[in-house]
């Protein structure tokens, strides 16, 4: 069964960056897509950006020119490099394997001045 725990949220002031991680435990990982996904108060859960297996990038308009995802499958974990953050990227930031339909449980972003 596979597990996966998100950390590197926080408390930022518009224009900062953070990276998150998500690493998983099992096997496998390196076959899987591996997504983000935020959800703010009051607001359903939005993808956010994915890369494959394979290497392929997706990103959701809001976070192009902003978010880079990135994967160290040595490692098991998934990145996402936010930069330039804004007061609307406020949520809870979930990674997810895609292909197995497995969650973390979320690490808190804040952007506010």
């Known amino acids: 069964q596979v597990q996966l725990v998100e950390s590197g949220g926080g408390l930022v002031q518009p224009g900062d960056s953070l990276k998150l991680s998500c690493v998983a435990s099992?096997?496998?990982?390196?076959?899987?897509?591996m997504a983000w996904y935020r959800q703010a108060p009051g607001k359903q859960r939005e993808f956010v950006a994915r890369i494959n297996s394979s290497g392929f990038l997706s990103y959701e308009s809001f976070a192009k020119g902003r978010f880079t995802v990135s994967r160290d499958n040595a490692k098991k974990t998934v990145y996402l490099q936010m930069n330039s953050l804004k007061p609307e990227d406020t949520a809870v930031y979930y990674c997810n394997a895609i292909d197995i339909s497995a969650w973390g449980q979320g690490t808190q972003v804040t952007v506010s001045s």
């Open positions: 099992g096997s496998g990982f390196s076959t899987y897509d």
